[in-house]
């Protein structure tokens, strides 16, 4: 009972409140950004699955086994089959080489077509596959065989009847090499046309969608079923150019409830300094009264659990309504209704306030039954804080919240190796300005100077609040500069133009008309490259077989046979490294020497055509593939490759306007074959913009709880700076003199704040955009003239605001309440 009514009389008078709205601020920020960023990746494997065709896809080369099929319907799962293979379509005026897939009836599982019943049209989505005695044919192929709706083509033995114009299954997003024209047929077809032989090359793939948790299980008992060379593919995995894009998204995010957590610790840590300093003569007062240690242990141990348990409860609620405020402001921006938060990751908020209160508070908290009883006589007997462990304990914290939140070590090494940068920076270039500010305030006798006095006069504490001011402004410019910056910087590597049209197979003859057709035209095209197939069979003298025993850990450029190309400059999207590209010799992609563990000098015997070549590597490249441009792993000497017949490969980029007209084009080219990545692209793009305009909220939300943060910091030394102005105001000092050196204070450790956090703000941004995001490193002017200028503005502004007590309060008011 003695507990319960110290602690509503602690409510009351404020004590408490300050520390609860701190727990409150921290468990709601990480709470809310939490479920946010929860619904985003949602949303993201959401869309990704649609690209699938549904949660989870097994490729295999032979048929699907009934007992898959019948083991996930027993789970409640959906299941979906297909099979692809290529061969020749009949109709219209001829023939033409088709990747064809044929489908079940529910396929796809996750996603639609896109059809249409015009050639080349922009379609419309429908999730019923073709009927039995039924295909659609893509634009191209239709125009190829010279067939309209209606008509009928023959498949094998099999004759179907053109019902739609096909211009997107979502298959084809997990086929990045089925560069013929495609089409699509019902699977109840697929014997009638006799097609699939033995030794037939048919891919089959086995497609199941349904709950998480029925997925997991299901996973983990088709698993061990799995034969060599097969895998369960998750929509993430399906590809790595969207998987990528969705993983640098999540990044992002995380990083942005990365920085959330260290304003909370932040916030936590002054509110407990505040609630020890004004807790130390009431616990003295007790001791005298007869209070126990053990007793003092209890009672503060029932008041930070009830106070935790409320700020959780409190919180949590205010973060949902956050992350649905913040979803009902973006879903006019999103392309898809954003998935229900999982209510399971409210328990990172629960773990946010549980791990601030042991490491920002419990420490303090500890000490204060050491108080000793003087202090009800002598005020100044205060206690002794080992500030060095308790800003350990601190960190401790941080990290571990960080590390929690992120899922990962790394994110938030970073971050907390770039603070500690800058709080070595903040402690050694904060006491020397103060230093000088001390020399230049001597005789004070003006605001200004009594302002700068004040730097020095109050060294610890404020050194400790610049400390604070900055990390505020570094984080606020890190995300700042994510939202702006690294965001422009990731655009910019997928540029307006990137080619979303791959062509193969052309040969020597018909790249001249081609080259022709996109310049008259002027349609963006990339060089142009010979193809030969060829495979690394030996890597300084020693056979892969040998070196990779059982394919255990084999290098990609062993595992399979790659396309060669040679090369007398080098290509759009690579730089040379190391080494002489003009070198007779192999030119070798940075990553792939890396993994195949070769350098400069190394040999790679390659087999083409039945003939071994041994060459030197003479050259590491670096390649952006996410340029779309044509690139290889390996470039040889055009002596080894010249004599054999080439396919040439290039790409294009073709719009809306141009598109039909080409494919039209191409029909005199009826050898040559398109991949379209336009719809991979889209799908980056739309991923991107979702995350440039998510990140808008989650800063704005993160800004404000900066301000937040910086009012307590500034009410953190409210007491002392209260007594200041009394006896400032006592010596005769006007309210002006006193209005003018807040002003100087604060603008100072605005303006000194503000540039130690720009530089600390652009190690971070270099750091995260080499280390996190594989970016290239730019560096961001503009932070070191928003930064200052923030910082002296906000600062000041906040700080003033938050001491306006001393300025409206009577001195006399003030000297009774010391």
């Not at 949590?316 to 209704?337: F, K, N, P, R």
């Not at 504490?461 to 604070?468: D, H």
């Not at 069979?537 to 040998?546: M, P, Q, W």
């Not at 470039?635 to 598109?659: G, K, M, T």
Request: charged share 15%.
């Amino acid at each position: 009972m003695f507990a319960w009514r110290l602690l509503i009389r602690e409510f009351k008078t404020g004590d408490v409140l300050t520390l609860l709205m701190a727990l409150v601020l921290s468990v709601a920020t990480v709470t809310g950004i939490g479920l946010f960023v929860d619904r985003l990746q949602q949303s993201f494997e959401v869309q990704s699955a649609n690209l699938l065709g549904a949660d989870r896809s097994v490729r295999r080369d032979d048929p699907v086994p009934q007992a898959w099929i019948e083991q996930a319907q027993d789970m409640s799962l959906e299941t979906a089959q297909t099979a692809s293979f290529s061969s020749m379509v009949f109709g219209g005026e001829g023939l033409h080489l088709a990747q064809v897939t044929a489908v079940s009836n529910n396929y796809p599982l996750r996603g639609e077509f896109i059809t249409d019943q015009a050639l080349f049209g922009t379609g419309e989505a429908s999730s019923q596959a073709p009927a039995s005695g039924e295909i659609w044919l893509s634009s191209r192929l239709a125009s190829l065989l010279s067939v309209e709706l209606g008509q009928t083509v023959r498949v094998g033995e099999a004759p179907l009847t053109v019902t739609k114009y096909l211009v997107r299954d979502p298959g084809s997003a997990t086929s990045a090499f089925s560069i013929a024209p495609r089409a699509i047929m019902n699977e109840q077809d697929l014997s009638a046309t006799e097609v699939i032989i033995p030794g037939a090359r048919v891919r089959y793939a086995f497609l199941y969608a349904g709950g998480a948790d029925e997925l997991e299980q299901f996973d983990n008992i088709l698993a061990p079923q799995l034969g060599e060379g097969e895998r369960i593919r998750t929509p993430i995995e399906r590809g790595e150019r969207v998987g990528n894009t969705v993983n640098r998204a999540e990044s992002f995010l995380l990083l942005a409830g990365t920085l959330a957590v260290v304003m909370s610790g932040v916030a936590m840590a002054l509110a407990s300094a505040r609630y020890v300093k004004r807790h130390l003569t009431q616990f003295a007062v007790m001791k005298t009264m007869g209070a126990t240690p053990q007793r003092l242990v209890r009672l503060m141990v029932f008041q930070v659990t009830l106070i935790t348990l409320l700020g959780i409860v409190l919180g949590s609620a205010l973060g949902y309504l956050i992350q649905g405020l913040i979803a009902d402001l973006l879903s006019s921006l999103m392309s898809a209704a954003l998935p229900a938060p999982t209510l399971m990751k409210l328990w990172l908020g629960a773990a946010t306030a549980i791990i601030s209160i042991l490491a920002f508070c419990a420490p303090l908290l500890a000490r204060l039954v050491s108080v000793p009883p003087l202090r009800v006589l002598q005020p100044s007997a205060g206690l002794q804080v080992r500030s060095s462990s308790l800003f350990l304990f601190g960190l401790i914290g941080m990290y571990a919240l960080m590390v929690i939140y992120a899922g990962g070590w790394r994110l938030p090494s970073i971050v907390m190796v770039g603070l500690a940068i800058v709080t070595g920076l903040v402690f050694l270039v904060g006491w020397g300005l103060f230093s000088i500010s001390r020399r230049l305030s001597k005789q004070s006798t003006t605001g200004w100077q009594v302002g700068l006095a004040a730097l020095h006069r109050r060294l610890v504490s404020n050194l400790f609040q610049l400390l604070v001011f900055t990390l505020i402004i570094m984080l606020s410019l890190i995300l700042v500069g994510v939202q702006s910056n690294l965001i422009r910087d990731w655009q910019a590597q997928i540029p307006e133009n990137t080619p979303n049209h791959y062509l193969f197979n052309v040969q020597e003859a018909q790249v001249t008309g081609i080259k022709t057709y996109t310049t008259d035209n002027d349609i963006a095209a990339s060089d142009w490259f010979p193809m030969v197939r060829g495979r690394v069979i030996a890597i300084n003298g020693e056979d892969v077989e040998k070196l990779f025993p059982d394919q255990r850990n084999e290098p990609e450029i062993v595992e399979r046979e790659m396309n060669l190309t040679w090369a007398n400059e080098i290509g759009s999207g690579s730089t040379v490294i190391e080494g002489d590209f003009a070198a007779e010799g192999i030119s070798i992609e940075q990553k792939a020497a890396i993994e195949a563990g070769v350098v400069i000098g190394d040999e790679l015997t390659i087999s083409i055509g039945g003939l071994d070549y041994t060459l030197p590597i003479t050259s590491i490249r670096t390649v952006d593939w996410q340029s779309m441009q044509p690139n290889f792993y390996l470039i040889l000497p055009q002596s080894v490759l010249s004599d054999y017949q080439a396919n040439y490969v290039s790409s294009v980029f073709l719009n809306e306007n141009n598109a039909a007209d080409f494919y039209r084009f191409m029909a005199n080219y009826p050898t040559v074959s398109m991949l379209n990545i336009g719809e991979l692209l889209k799908q980056v793009q739309d991923i991107i913009a979702q995350l440039a305009n998510a990140l808008k909220i989650v800063l704005a939300f993160i800004l404000g709880a900066g301000a937040l943060v910086l009012m307590a910091s500034v009410r953190s030394t409210l007491d002392e700076r209260l007594e200041e102005g009394a006896l400032l105001r006592t010596l005769g000092a006007t309210k002006k003199i006193v209005r003018q050196a807040l002003l100087i204070e604060f603008g100072a450790l605005g303006l000194f704040a503000g540039l130690i956090g720009a530089l600390g703000a652009e190690l971070a941004l270099v750091g995260l955009q080499h280390f996190v995001f594989d970016m290239e490193v730019t560096i961001h002017p503009q932070l070191w003239l928003v930064g200052p200028l923030a910082g002296w503005g906000i600062v000041t502004i906040i700080g003033v605001f938050a001491s306006r007590a001393v300025l409206k309060v009577p001195p006399i008011r003030l000297l009774r309440s010391i």
